[in-house]
């Protein structure tokens, strides 16, 4: 029953709701309550089991864990390697969502389904492959290796295995972006004098750059959390080739479950942080353009 | 800046869009480029932008030719129908944009070209939204905006390609007078692409109807309205009802003195709703048809009535102003004589056009 | 992608010659990147496969363990898979169709396998299933066993490959509304007449894809299943880690063998993908882009 006071039509008794605007369509509890639990059993109680494990033994503990010398020295190598990775995979993968979006040629289809080709893959084939492909009789380190060039068992096939896994994710966020350009704005900027250096500078890349960040922050987050690919180019040797998943195997070998939770908890925290980062990207996109991206 | 368009023709694949145009624009001038979805008008408009370029025949920009300079260096200025504003920048930077890209020899100080951007922002009365995005602008803000950049590099020739047809009815019509207004202060050529007739009207010094690809009529808004050169541009431009029939030869002959006579074919005539006198009782010696009227919009400082002959149950559209409305005190039902002050006769072919003053064989 | 293109065809932007040769330029680097970071491993898988003859080839792959890593990827798959897909669609019903305080929260969980590693994805169902997990010691009481066998290998798969269905069903059926089923229910339809003869027809692409993404990754996921396994051969062991451990054992002919059979699936999975996108336009959506809510 609705009071009307003044210009206010004020509903008695409600105040906060569960469901902000209800809906004539069924199955809301039903398809809810399987997704919750759904959520709980695979995501939320293996998550906050996994916290609380690294927590246990407090955060003294916790801290010596991740930050004893071999755990420092694989941090080093696996954000530093992702690093290079997601700047490797931002150049290469603007290239390719430039020439997929805005040109037409002869191939373009295949070269567009095979942008796929890291994320259908699996991990295991591509590490594997790698390797062969640039160990030092490989097909391509054969070439590498006399000039001095070490790519497999170095940093440098970490960061390669890291790019091959990372750059869709750049070539997949900006693409759209390209794609949906008005080509109007173009037009526009033509019509004012702009020549087309200037267009692409001033035009194109500021509104493609908020993607080409996500997508590298993207690809950052993959390479920094890869295994399959990235332990057979790796060398794995502790201090210097190791990265922080390979640790968290080889401390579950040794049975060292306190030090594998507290690295996996640590590993958590980068990853809850990049997502963060993400998010806050694309609020601040969306805030400023209104639109998605 | 003048400009002439001679003999320009544009195909698209199997389409033509445009077929041997040719114009000629006088300096200063707002002309309208009038016409359905198709008709080629906003291709002839790119054309002179150097957006498009033509298959064949020429665009001279004050005497000089254009047709194959690249938009960016023809001097004119472009808005669009959905604003191509640069989402990424603020107002300023919009405005600021063609200032700032300008080649170093020419290009103005910065000081300068704050100095330009808030003279235009003032221009559309948007100074205070500098800082702003377009995201938080409304259409009819952002389409003002959109003007005031293409005016900033102070253009020779405006062009403007629907520019309105995105907003709603009561901004429309705002920002056409204001676009009128800006006009007359600034004189700068403008060309004004449109589909609705009663913006070209309004708006424009010369209005020109196109119609797949042709140029149909030239001329000034009342020119059109009261000549239309061919039927196409007698439906384009208002409403209109239709009378088939057949010519009488002493019509003719009274009217023209012409041999005429011997022509004796079915014609159609058009009559504006306006144009019909309605009357209870028949006038001695007038020709008219006997209606009946089925419905009355009263709504609005015009009446509108719709009628069906009795003879041939054929709808007929009326408009009375509200006084002799009143002073008809029609309802629906009720039956009323009816017939055309003046009436426009065509040809099957179209082409020529008889005006006849007082009524005529129905 | 769908292969829209933003090809501008108006005058202006029609490239002067040397536009042209710049244009040519980059399409060629495209192309090299292809053929050389993404088409030669995948060559290489065969051409290792098969560098000692087609006789071996065919006898590796038709050992007892690979065929049994086989069988058992085939399971996994199995049974992951739908289970994701009847998530997908209640969890993208929840959402899209009905409006409710924490949706953000939903489907940031949601996105979570996306941004975590696969190895502390393994770790965290050895945290609640293992020995010393949550359930260790009530499982090790009625003899079941999780961790080291196939539930936890599903449990894994499951985790790593959930997000897929319902994110690709989330923008789709967000942009599709509800009105549809509005209508079907205004009609008398009860709510699965209104899933089974409005919803299901109009996302059946969507679905399609999303399902084809979540298995490409349920066959090859590597580090998860790795940490899980215990890497029992004949029993716990799935293809891509029967890959590594004939690699490991240096019988790479054989592990390229066996890679070769998931790279075949690889190339599948993106020749379907494709032939949706073309004949349907459904896209993928970018990893852990921010799903509208």
Redesign the interface.
Same mark, same amino acid.
């Given at each position: 029953m609705a009071i009307v006071q003044g210009n206010q039509i004020r509903k008695p008794g409600r105040r906060w709701s569960f469901v902000t605007k209800s809906s004539p369509l069924p199955g809301f509890r039903l398809s809810l309550g399987f997704t919750m639990v759904y959520l709980t059993v695979i995501v939320l109680i293996p998550l906050v089991a996994t916290l609380l494990h690294a927590a246990r033994g407090g955060f003294g503990v916790f801290l010596h864990t991740v930050t004893a010398p071999r755990v420092l020295a694989s941090y080093r190598v696996t954000l530093g390697s992702s690093a290079a990775a997601a700047l490797l995979s931002a150049i290469f993968g603007m290239l390719l969502a430039w020439v997929l979006a805005r040109y037409t040629f002869p191939g373009k289809r295949i070269l567009d389904a095979l942008v796929d080709l890291p994320f259908a893959l699996p991990t295991a084939v591509a590490g594997i492959s790698l390797t062969a492909l640039y160990a030092e009789h490989g097909w391509i380190g054969r070439y590498l290796e006399p000039h001095g060039i070490h790519v497999a068992f170095t940093p440098l096939g970490i960061v390669l295995a890291m790019s091959f896994v990372g750059f869709p994710f750049v070539v997949r966020s900006v693409q759209p972006v390209l794609e949906d350009l008005d080509p109007a704005m173009e037009e526009a900027a033509a019509s004012l004098g702009a020549n087309a250096w200037q267009r692409t500078t001033r035009i194109i890349l500021p509104v493609a750059f908020p993607a080409l960040l996500t997508g590298s922050a993207l690809a950052f987050a993959r390479a920094a959390g890869e295994y399959g690919s990235v332990i057979f180019i790796a060398g794995n040797m502790p201090m210097k080739t190791e990265i922080t998943a390979l640790l968290i195997v080889t401390k579950l070998e040794e049975y060292d479950y306190a030090g594998a939770a507290a690295i996996a908890g640590a590993m958590l925290a980068l990853s809850f942080t990049i997502m963060l980062v993400v998010n806050l990207l694309q609020w601040w996109i969306q805030r400023r353009e209104g639109r998605r991206v | 800046m003048s400009i002439q368009i001679k003999n320009i023709s544009k195909q698209f694949g199997s389409f033509t869009a445009l077929s041997d145009v040719s114009m000629t624009i006088e300096a200063g001038e707002l002309v309208a480029l009038l016409g359905p979805s198709g008709s080629g008008k906003t291709t002839l408009l &790119?054309i002179i932008?150097? $957006? /498009? =370029?033509p298959d064949g025949g020429s665009i001279l920009l004050h005497g000089e030719q254009a047709t194959r300079q =690249? +938009? =960016?260096?023809r001097g004119?200025?472009?808005v669009?129908q959905?604003y +191509? $504003?640069? &989402?990424?920048?603020t107002i300023f930077e919009n405005v600021a944009?063609?200032l700032r890209?300008?080649a170093a020899a020419n290009k103005p100080s910065r000081a300068e070209i704050r100095e330009r951007v808030q003279e235009l922002l003032k221009l559309v009365q948007l100074d205070s939204f500098a800082k702003m995005?377009p /995201?938080q602008l409304s259409g009819g803000q952002r389409q003002r905006v959109?003007l005031a950049?293409?005016l900033?590099?102070r253009p020779k020739v405006l062009l403007l390609d629907e520019p309105f047809s995105a907003l709603d009815a009561k901004v429309r019509k705002e920002l056409r007078d204001w676009l009128r207004r800006i006009h007359d202060e600034l004189h700068v050529t403008t060309v004004l692409v449109t589909h609705d007739q009663e913006e070209a009207l309004e708006v424009a010094d010369t209005v020109a109807i196109l119609d797949h690809g042709k140029v149909e009529q030239i001329g000034t808004p009342q020119a059109v309205y009261d000549h239309p050169a061919s039927p196409f541009v007698y439906d384009f431009l208002g409403d209109v009802n239709l009378f088939h029939g057949r010519l009488l030869a002493e019509l003719s002959l009274d009217k023209r003195g012409n041999n005429i006579a011997e022509r004796v074919e079915s014609v159609i005539g058009f009559v504006r709703p306006h144009e019909l006198e309605l009357s209870r009782d028949l006038p001695e010696g007038q020709k008219a048809v006997l209606a009946s009227v089925v419905r009355i919009h009263a709504a609005g400082p015009h009446v509108r009535l719709e009628l069906r002959i009795t003879g041939n149950g054929r709808p007929v559209a009326a408009e009375l102003n509200r006084r002799r409305y009143e002073q008809l005190a029609l309802t629906p039902g009720e039956f009323v004589f009816v017939w055309p002050q003046s009436i426009r006769l065509f040809d099957n072919a179209g082409a020529s056009s008889l005006l006849i003053d007082q009524g005529g064989g129905i | 992608m769908s292969g829209r293109s933003n090809v501008p065809s108006s005058a202006i932007l029609q490239p002067t010659v040397p536009q042209r040769m710049g244009r040519v330029a980059l399409i060629l680097l495209a192309l090299l990147f292809l053929g050389g970071f993404l088409i030669l491993p995948v060559v290489a898988v065969f051409a290792q496969a098969l560098s000692q003859g087609w006789k071996l080839y065919f006898e590796s792959i038709r050992q007892e363990d690979v065929l049994s890593a086989l069988r058992l990827t085939a399971l996994v798959a199995s049974i992951a898979v739908p289970l994701n897909v009847v998530f997908g669609i209640a969890a993208s019903w929840a959402i899209t169709r009905f409006d409710f305080h924490g949706k953000s929260l939903l489907i940031t969980l949601i996105d979570i396998p996306l941004s975590v590693s696969p190895v502390v994805a393994g770790m965290m169902y050895v945290e609640v299933f293992g020995l010393h997990g949550w359930l260790g010691p009530w499982l090790q009481e009625h003899n079941l066993h999780v961790i080291f066998a196939v539930p936890g290998i599903v449990l894994a798969t499951v985790f790593v490959t959930f997000p897929f269905v319902a994110r690709e069903l989330i923008p789709f059926m967000q942009a599709q509304g509800s009105d549809e089923e509005t209508a079907a229910v205004v009609l008398g339809a009860n709510g699965w007449s209104v899933f089974w003869r409005v919803t299901l027809p109009n996302i059946k692409w969507a679905l399609l894809y999303g399902t084809i993404l979540a298995a490409s990754r349920s066959i090859g996921e590597f580090g998860a299943v790795s940490v899980v396994s215990g890497h029992i051969r004949g029993q716990t062991t799935t293809l891509p880690l029967e890959v590594e451990m004939l690699y490991n054992e240096y019988s790479f002919t054989a592990a390229f063998a066996a890679a070769s059979l998931l790279t075949l699936a690889a190339i599948v999975t993106l020749v379907i993908k494709k032939m949706i996108e073309v004949t349907s336009g459904v896209h993928p959506v970018p990893e852990e882009e921010e799903v509208e809510s």
């Open positions: - | &790119r932008a150097g $957006l /498009e =370029s =690249s +938009a =960016s260096r004119i200025g472009f669009f959905h +191509a $504003l640069f &989402r990424h920048m944009f063609g890209v300008q995005y /995201e959109a950049r293409a900033a590099v | -």
